[in-house]
């Protein structure tokens, strides 16, 4: 499902300005919710992130464009939030929501974690803005676990409440756990280069390249310094690649990280997974050994095997979810 984005915005309303802003890539839009209480999204642009000094920036370069004045924002970032601010994971970026309020006279301004923004629009994203990976439906009476791959590896858990309450967390950072022989051997490879390996070294944009790089120097095969993308595309066109190989494991690797997210969580209601990598990656999963990786929980199989996981493929879900944060709730 693509989610609509309209053109043209209502000035004679209040205007939300929402993000949604990772370490590579930042997305800014104009929210407004509709008289029958749908969010809708205008004027979306998209930022890198290197190319600009400050978040600030980005958000005046923004307003400029547009000529426009926002009363309220909404933000999500790739990092933990510590009171007011948000203190982003791969670049040295410091946002706080009272200097947002000073800077660019918001009335409200809220910083918020990337993946709590993520899960918080994954609750209201239709059947269609999903690919059912694990048969089931989503079930929000239970803990349900949020993650994704995209510069880091982001993961949040949602509980089950009136309203329902989100959890962010930095899980990507904890030691990455390798369920095969070749993962070992990754392990080993870049434990000699990296002083920790987390989830997110290997399962994440930067750590798809990292996987690839360790299973060229294992088989002995030249490693080209391919990007992501070129490892994506490469693996695509042929089957018997290293790059097939790297991106079939990765399904995997990603299917071992949510199963454990989904005991280490209790999300007995179920797994979403979101994140830019994962959309380029979706077409290998069902090759890969993704679902007997989430599943195989030795002793604790039993508590996983009923567990539906779902994969998001709507468009600008976590500025859906970051506008949710401050729009006023539907009549």
């Given at each position: 499902?693509?989610?609509?984005?309209p053109q043209?915005?209502d000035?004679?309303?209040e205007l939300?300005?929402?993000?949604?802003?990772?370490?590579?890539n930042c997305r800014?839009?104009l929210a407004?919710?509709t008289a029958?209480?749908?969010i809708?999204l205008?004027?979306?642009?998209r930022?890198?992130?290197?190319?600009y000094?400050h978040f600030n920036?980005?958000?005046?370069?923004y307003l400029?464009?547009?000529?426009i004045?926002?009363?309220?924002?909404?933000?999500?970032f790739?990092?933990?939030k510590?009171d007011?601010?948000i203190?982003m994971t791969?670049i040295?970026?410091?946002?706080?929501?009272?200097?947002?309020?000073r800077?660019f006279?918001l009335e409200?301004?809220v910083?918020?974690?990337?993946?709590?923004?993520?899960?918080?629009g994954a609750?209201?994203i239709p059947d269609d803005g999903f690919?059912?990976?694990?048969?089931?439906k989503?079930?929000?009476n239970?803990p349900v676990?949020?993650?994704?791959p995209?510069?880091?590896?982001?993961?949040?858990?949602?509980l089950?409440?009136?309203p329902l309450r989100?959890?962010?967390?930095?899980g990507g950072h904890?030691?990455?756990?390798p369920?095969d022989?070749?993962?070992?051997?990754?392990?080993?490879y870049?434990?000699?280069?990296m002083?920790f390996?987390?989830?997110?070294s290997l399962?994440?944009?930067?750590?798809?390249?990292r996987?690839?790089?360790?299973?060229c120097?294992?088989m002995d095969?030249?490693?080209?310094d391919l990007t992501?993308?070129?490892?994506v595309?490469?693996a695509?066109?042929?089957?018997?690649s290293t790059?097939?190989?790297?991106?079939t494991q990765?399904?995997?690797?990603?299917?071992g990280?949510?199963?454990?997210a989904a005991?280490?969580?209790g999300a007995?209601g179920?797994v979403v997974?979101?994140g830019?990598?994962s959309?380029?990656i979706?077409?290998?999963?069902?090759?890969?050994?993704?679902?007997e990786?989430?599943?195989?929980?030795g002793?604790?199989?039993w508590?996983?095997?009923d567990i539906?996981?779902?994969?998001?493929?709507?468009?600008?879900v976590?500025l859906?979810?970051?506008?949710a944060m401050?729009?006023?709730?539907?009549?």
């Amino acid at each position: 499902m693509q989610m609509p984005e309209p053109q043209t915005v209502d000035l004679s309303q209040e205007l939300t300005l929402v993000g949604d802003v990772g370490g590579t890539n930042c997305r800014l839009a104009l929210a407004q919710r509709t008289a029958s209480g749908n969010i809708e999204l205008h004027h979306s642009e998209r930022y890198a992130v290197a190319e600009y000094e400050h978040f600030n920036d980005v958000v005046a370069s923004y307003l400029k464009k547009y000529d426009i004045r926002a009363q309220r924002g909404a933000f999500a970032f790739a990092g933990p939030k510590f009171d007011d601010e948000i203190r982003m994971t791969n670049i040295n970026w410091i946002v706080s929501e009272d200097e947002l309020r000073r800077t660019f006279a918001l009335e409200t301004a809220v910083v918020l974690n990337d993946f709590v923004a993520m899960a918080n629009g994954a609750t209201v994203i239709p059947d269609d803005g999903f690919d059912v990976l694990i048969p089931g439906k989503v079930n929000y009476n239970k803990p349900v676990s949020v993650l994704g791959p995209g510069t880091g590896m982001g993961l949040s858990c949602i509980l089950p409440g009136r309203p329902l309450r989100i959890i962010p967390t930095e899980g990507g950072h904890t030691a990455f756990a390798p369920g095969d022989e070749l993962e070992r051997d990754v392990l080993r490879y870049w434990a000699n280069r990296m002083p920790f390996v987390s989830a997110e070294s290997l399962i994440s944009g930067p750590g798809l390249e990292r996987l690839h790089t360790a299973i060229c120097a294992i088989m002995d095969k030249p490693s080209n310094d391919l990007t992501a993308p070129e490892v994506v595309t490469a693996a695509q066109l042929d089957k018997t690649s290293t790059a097939r190989i790297t991106v079939t494991q990765f399904c995997s690797m990603l299917g071992g990280f949510a199963g454990n997210a989904a005991v280490t969580q209790g999300a007995s209601g179920g797994v979403v997974i979101g994140g830019g990598v994962s959309r380029h990656i979706a077409p290998f999963i069902q090759s890969s050994d993704f679902i007997e990786r989430f599943k195989n929980r030795g002793p604790g199989s039993w508590y996983v095997k009923d567990i539906p996981v779902r994969l998001i493929r709507a468009d600008f879900v976590p500025l859906y979810g970051a506008a949710a944060m401050v729009l006023d709730a539907p009549n």
